[in-house]
């Protein structure tokens, strides 16, 4: 019996009711815990505009496809954002990222409370009886996912609690459209565009009625989930013979095309994710993570790297292989914190637009709905300390609303595109609001353009030929289209009511904690401590007054920190790593070519100090 299957016998745990608004996926069933008895189960608590539940998505696959008949996975929905509550924006999510099993809704997050789930994702794992058998979250765990449900089906086959058969999920139908969640726009001089087709896996090339395609570029072969787009510079063009960069968010690279030959070519990433919070160097050679979108500034590619909650450069060589890529903003940890560059915090950067005078690039920080920009104090790449982060819109991971009037105090709700107007404002594509937002960098002030579009997520500006008049490209994503937006003589002011996140806050003493990261390695799988303490713990809290001791980086699971009394409220900062190998985990016996995993995950976990709270915290990276 393995570790994981003692601690499975000495503690058994009845899963909780499935309780929520309503499925998706099931035909119009409502479905019950007794209705899965009999079949693996595994809970994904998830929210679409998490780009680390994407990338869990893209785990479970692989582990639906090895167990179609024992296991059944099961997505519940628990939102983040006021607009993720909306039932038919969440069908049109679970369309977009080919969720391919049972959704639960959960708006109230009933289901999230009763499973005491503390973070997006968060997997839970329940046996064929109908106990709890493990709780993990972050990234990470599809291999070790596979060997454990692998390990309950062999189990309770033998005891005769497994009922095999054909699972729950039912298909909807089949779209007919000709764009599918369209990510990204940019205008070419002839008065044409180029969309990524985003769930089409395309990208189009569309005459100036936004609707007859002229070329078309890409398919599974070619790109997976194509967002931004970039016309190359006449530098690398004529260096690289390319002239469309692309965005290539699931494949995790980044790709020309040439539009001579209609030939795709990779200048950045390797198909892998990265998993490690670091990188850098030859370009073909380095993992990236889910790049977002492109801009040339500083002489150089910016690379939305919302993965990592970074900004990354690529520099083009004199031949694809002579490429870097390097971090210029971002620690990956999430949040905002503004600063020096590679100090500051961003949160999933999913918009990115160059100023005309080359001076900043605004950027749409989409998870902390801000407006935020970097700028460089001294001309020329190089020297750091010289790149600095600001935010211009936004407060943090958990505040949003639509309203406008001074910085101070307007709000953005998931924006997901930024784009420069030609009198130097900022069009932000304010997405889960509907809206296409303006900030006017010399007033401060936040104005609305328009309002009721399906899901924005960017705009170009067009000018009309004969009028002289300057209207937006807007794409409406959830629309699955492109449209013309007129800017207003006089724009409107909103003033709709400040949202906070409705996820419940953490209650602890001021005072010292005790911190610790649960860490149990798969079946199968030992920590990898060949080379020392295999596992990172990185605390930090804001405000920054809220955690006087105990913040920083370093090795291990278990972390005494100290809060203030005097502030009482705020966010604690979580990041942890742990690397385990094949191996078996009661010899220590490692085989010497044997394949290694990395698990990760960041909380920004609410906090609420009250006295007499309690003094330890304990969070499952993997739990059993």
């Keep these: 019996m393995t570790a994981e299957a003692s601690a499975r016998a000495r503690v058994r745990v009845r899963a909780p009711e499935l309780v929520g608004r ?22 994904d608590f998830w929210t679409f505009c998490c780009v680390n539940c994407l990338h869990v998505l893209d785990e479970l696959r692989e582990v639906e496809q090895q167990y179609p008949d024992a296991l059944t996975i099961v997505g519940v929905h628990s939102p983040k954002f006021e607009h993720e509550a909306d039932p038919d924006a969440l069908a049109a999510a679970v369309e977009r990222y080919g969720v391919h099993h049972p959704v639960l809704d959960d708006p109230e997050l009933v289901t999230w409370r009763a499973y005491a789930a503390r973070a997006w994702p968060t997997l839970v794992v329940i046996d064929p009886e109908g106990y709890v058998v493990a709780s993990m979250s972050g990234e990470g765990h599809g291999p070790g996912l596979a060997a454990l449900v692998g390990e309950l089906i062999d189990e309770h086959a033998a005891k005769g609690t497994l009922q095999p058969g054909p699972g729950p999920y039912v298909p909807p139908p089949d779209p007919d459209t000709a764009l599918r969640f369209p990510g990204k726009v940019i205008a070419l001089d002839d008065g044409s565009f180029i969309v990524s087709d985003t769930a089409n896996h395309h990208v189009v090339h569309v005459e100036a009625d936004l609707e007859t395609e002229r070329a078309r570029w890409g398919g599974r072969a070619g790109f997976n989930e194509p967002q931004g787009v970039l016309l190359a510079p006449p530098s690398v063009r004529g260096a690289l013979g390319l002239d469309l960069l692309v965005a290539d968010s699931v494949n995790h690279q980044v790709k020309g095309i040439r539009f001579s030959d209609n030939t795709i070519h990779t200048v950045a990433g390797t198909g892998r994710q990265l998993r490690e919070r670091s990188g850098g160097g030859p370009a073909l050679t380095q993992d990236l993570s889910t790049p977002w979108d492109l801009a040339w500034w500083d002489d150089r590619l910016i690379i ?73 104090s001294a001309a020329g790449p190089g020297s750091d300390g010289t790149v600095v982060v600001e935010t211009h819109v936004g407060t943090g991971l958990f505040d949003f609303g639509h309203r406008d009037g001074p910085v101070h105090q307007a709000l953005l709700q998931h924006p997901l595109g930024v784009t420069e107007l030609p009198d130097g404002s900022v069009a932000v594509s304010d997405t889960y609001n509907g809206a296409i937002r303006r900030y006017d960098p010399v007033t401060g002030d936040v104005t609305t353009l328009a309002r009721d579009l399906a899901e924005p997520s960017d705009a170009v500006v067009e000018r009309d030929a004969e009028t002289g008049e300057v209207r937006l490209v807007v794409v409406e994503s959830a629309a699955h289209r492109l449209t013309r937006v007129a800017l207003p ?136």
């Design 489 to 624: 003589a006089e724009a409107q002011r909103v003033d709709g009511p400040a949202r906070h996140t409705q996820r419940p806050a953490t209650e602890l003493a001021p005072g010292e904690v005790q911190l610790e990261v649960a860490f149990a390695p798969p079946p199968g799988q030992k920590l990898d401590d060949r080379w020392g303490d295999p596992t990172m713990l990185d605390v930090s809290a804001s405000p920054e007054g809220l955690l006087l001791d105990g913040g920083g980086r370093a090795r291990g699971l278990r972390r005494r920190i100290t809060l203030a009394s005097g502030i009482r409220s705020g966010t604690l900062h979580v990041s942890v790593q742990a690397a385990a190998c094949d191996g078996d985990p009661e010899t220590g016996e490692v085989p010497e070519h044997a394949a290694c995993h990395l698990f990760q995950q960041d909380w920004g976990l609410p906090l609420t100090i009250v006295d007499g709270g309690p003094a330890t915290l304990t969070l499952d990276l993997r739990g059993a």
């Design 22 to 43: 309503g499925w998706l996926g099931t035909g119009g069933r409502t479905l019950s815990r007794a209705d899965l008895r009999g079949r693996v189960l595994v809970l």
């Design 304 to 376: 939305a790297m919302a993965g990592t909650h970074q900004l990354w450069a690529w520099t083009p060589g004199d031949t694809l292989e002579a490429g870097t890529v390097e971090v210029v903003a971002g620690t990956t940890n999430e949040g905002l914190r503004d600063g020096e560059a590679r100090q500051a915090w961003l949160a999933q950067p999913s918009g990115l637009s160059a100023s005309a005078d080359g001076t900043r690039l605004w950027i749409a920080d989409s998870e902390t709905s801000a407006l935020r920009s970097v700028t460089r």
